[in-house]
C-alpha cells in the first residue's frame, strides 16, 4: 500500500479539518439541509453553517463500514441470465475495485478516429464494451450524450447503461426526482440495489442545493452516495497539497452529516479529491505526480475514518490514445492501486476528463490488470517458502519439470496485448504495434455478440420512464 500520511497525520488532518467546520463553517444551499444541521446543533447563520466537532464525530459512527453494490446478472432478474457466481461488489477499505467515468463531453469515433460529441450510442456501447472485460469492475457513462433533450439527459444516460451491462453501475443525477425514477429503472432491470450515485460539493466549501438535493435522495431511497470534492491546489484552495485536502476533507465530511443526519447508516463512499491545477495551460490536469500524491494523501484520510474510498486509476491528459496516453495511464493506474483506493474510476479517460475512447478503455483494463497484479499477498507459509522444494531439487537443478511449478506457474500476471516474445516470433506474427493491438482488439470485441442486451420488452419499459419524465418536465 502507499502510505502518504499515517495516523497521527491523519489526525492532525482531521484536527485541523474539525476547526475549519466549527470556525469558518461551510455554505450549505439547501433549506432542508440547513434544517438538518440547525435542529441538531449547528450554528446557522444564513446560508453559513458551523458544524461542531460532534455532529462529525456521530456521522463516522453512523456511516457503515461495509456495504455491497449488487450486480444484476446475479439476482436472476428479468432480461439477465446468471453471470457465473458474481454477486457485485464489497466496499470497504481494503478491497479494491476499477471501473470507467462519466460524463466526458467528446468520445473518439471508434470507425473515424475523429473527436465528436457523445450519443446515448456511444454511452451504451462503451458500457457493452466494459461488460467484456475482465478487469473492470463496475461501469459508468464515459459519455455525456448529446443526442437527447438536456432535461433527461441523465436519465437516457442511465437507460443506456442499463442496456450495456449487468455489472454494478455509478452514475451522476440532475436531481433526487431522477434518483428516483432511476430506482424503478433498475428494478425493471432486475436490481435495485446494482448502483450508486456520484454528486460532488462546489469548491471550495459550498454544498449546492443540487448537490444537497442528491445527498438527501440518496439517504431516503438506500441509494450509495459517492460524495466527492474537486478542490484545486492555487485556485479553489490555498496553494498547498495539505491545505487542498484539509478543504476537500471538510466538505467531505459536511456532506456526510448531512447524509448521516437524514438517515444514520445509510451508505456513503468517501470522495477523494486534490487537484492540480496547471498554471501555465489554465487546465486541472489529471496525470500530475501531484494529483496522484494528493489523492493518495486524502484515501489514508478515509482509511483512517474506516470508509470505502472513491479515487482515480488508468487516466491521462494526452488528446488522443498515442504514447503520452499509454505513459501517463500506465503511471496513474499502479498509483491508483496502491493507494488501495475501493473504487477506482476514470479508467481510459483522455483530455482531463473530456473525451473518452474505445480503445483506451481496452487498454486501460491491461493495465489495470497489471496494477491488480501488485496487490496480491505475497504469502510467507509454508508452501509459498517452498524449502522441501529447494531441497529436493538441489545446487544447480532444474524446477522446470516440477510438479510444483505445474501447479503454480499460472498465477503469474500475463498480458493478453503487450508482447513478450521474441524478436523473431514477434516479427512472424506481423511486428505489430501495442497500438495496431489495442485497436484489433477492440474491434473485435465489438463485434462480439452482447451477451447482457436487454430484451426489447426491457429496453421499452426504461424508454417509457424516460418519456413520462420528459413530459413532466415540459
Not at 451491462?165 to 436490481?191: F, W
Not at 473518452?356 to 496480491?376: F, M, N
Not at 496485448?417 to 516470433?425: K, S
Request: hydrophobic share 40%; proline share 4%; aromatic share 6%.
Amino acid at each position: 500500500r502507499l502510505t502518504v500520511w499515517d495516523d497521527a497525520a491523519c489526525w492532525r488532518v482531521h484536527e485541523a479539518t474539525l476547526a475549519l467546520l466549527e470556525e469558518t463553517g461551510v455554505e450549505v444551499r439547501h433549506a432542508a439541509g440547513r434544517e438538518l444541521l440547525a435542529e441538531a446543533g449547528a450554528r446557522v447563520d444564513g446560508t453559513r453553517a458551523r458544524i461542531p466537532a460532534a455532529l462529525v464525530d456521530a456521522a463516522l459512527q453512523g456511516a457503515p463500514r461495509h456495504f455491497k453494490l449488487r450486480d444484476r446478472g446475479a439476482s436472476g432478474g428479468e432480461g439477465h441470465a446468471r453471470r457465473g457466481e458474481f454477486d457485485g461488489l464489497e466496499l470497504e477499505d481494503g478491497r479494491s475495485y476499477f471501473g470507467t467515468g462519466s460524463d466526458c463531453v467528446y468520445v473518439t469515433d471508434p470507425d473515424t478516429g475523429e473527436r465528436r460529441r457523445s450519443t446515448t450510442a456511444d454511452v451504451e456501447g462503451m458500457a457493452a464494451l466494459a461488460d467484456k472485460l475482465p478487469n473492470l469492475d463496475f461501469v459508468m457513462s464515459m459519455g455525456l450524450p448529446s443526442d437527447v433533450p438536456a432535461q433527461v439527459g441523465d436519465l437516457a444516460q442511465f437507460a443506456a447503461m442499463l442496456a450495456g451491462t449487468r455489472k454494478p453501475l455509478l452514475t451522476t443525477a440532475h436531481d433526487g426526482v431522477s434518483l428516483g425514477r432511476m430506482k424503478d429503472m433498475a428494478a425493471i432491470c432486475g436490481e435495485v440495489r446494482s448502483f450508486g450515485c456520484y454528486a460532488m460539493p462546489n469548491p471550495p466549501l459550498i454544498h449546492s442545493e443540487e448537490a444537497l438535493d442528491k445527498v438527501l435522495a440518496c439517504a431516503d431511497l438506500d441509494i450509495p452516495l459517492i460524495y466527492a470534492p474537486a478542490p484545486a491546489v492555487g485556485t479553489t484552495a490555498p496553494a498547498s497539497m495539505t491545505a487542498t485536502i484539509v478543504v476537500g476533507n471538510a466538505e467531505t465530511l459536511s456532506g456526510l452529516v448531512v447524509h448521516q443526519l437524514r438517515r444514520t447508516g445509510a451508505p456513503f463512499v468517501y470522495g477523494v479529491g486534490c487537484g492540480a491545477f496547471d498554471m501555465r495551460t489554465a487546465v486541472d490536469v489529471y496525470g500530475a505526480p501531484e494529483h496522484f500524491l494528493g489523492n493518495a494523501a486524502a484515501t489514508d484520510l478515509a482509511r483512517f475514518y474506516g470508509l470505502p474510498s472513491f479515487s482515480y486509476a488508468a487516466v491521462a491528459d494526452a488528446k488522443s490514445f498515442d504514447e503520452q496516453w499509454a505513459a501517463e495511464a500506465g503511471m496513474t493506474a499502479v498509483i491508483g492501486a496502491l493507494s488501495r483506493a475501493t473504487l477506482l474510476h476514470d479508467v481510459g479517460y483522455l483530455e482531463s476528463g473530456l473525451q473518452s475512447s474505445y480503445e483506451t478503455i481496452v487498454l486501460g483494463d491491461e493495465l489495470v490488470g497489471y496494477a491488480r497484479a501488485l496487490l496480491v499477498d505475497v504469502g510467507v507459509d509454508d508452501d509459498a517458502l517452498a524449502l522441501n522444494e529447494i531441497d529436493a531439487v538441489g545446487p544447480g537443478g532444474s524446477h522446470l519439470s516440477r510438479g510444483y511449478t505445474r501447479r503454480h506457474h499460472r498465477e503469474t500476471w500475463r498480458p493478453r496485448l503487450f508482447d513478450r516474445a521474441t524478436h523473431d516470433r514477434w516479427a512472424a506474427a506481423g511486428a505489430t504495434t501495442l497500438k495496431q493491438r489495442v485497436t484489433a482488439r477492440t474491434a473485435e470485441l465489438c463485434e462480439e455478440p452482447h451477451e447482457s442486451g436487454l430484451e426489447q420488452t426491457i429496453r421499452d419499459r426504461l424508454q417509457a420512464v424516460v418519456a413520462e419524465a420528459e413530459g413532466s418536465s415540459r
